[in-house]
């Protein structure tokens, strides 16, 4: 999960998860600069995902 976002980017797909998967946290959603690819993999494994699916689901949103 090799995506780059600038910061207005990545704050509207984690409102975009936050809405249509209720059960993600502000905390899974938080991040550090950087390490967006490492919170989009734990975000997957709460989701209980594939890579492949969260890259469908985020091209998707």
Do not use: V
Request: proline letters at 2%.
């Amino acid at each position: 999960m090799k995506i780059k976002y600038d910061r207005e980017g990545l704050d509207q797909l984690k409102t975009r998860l936050k809405e249509r998967y209720p059960q993600l946290t502000y905390t899974d959603l938080n991040f550090i600069d950087g390490h967006e690819s490492r919170m989009l993999t734990l975000i997957a494994y709460k989701l209980r995902k594939t890579k492949d699916e969260m890259d469908e689901i985020i091209k998707r949103l």
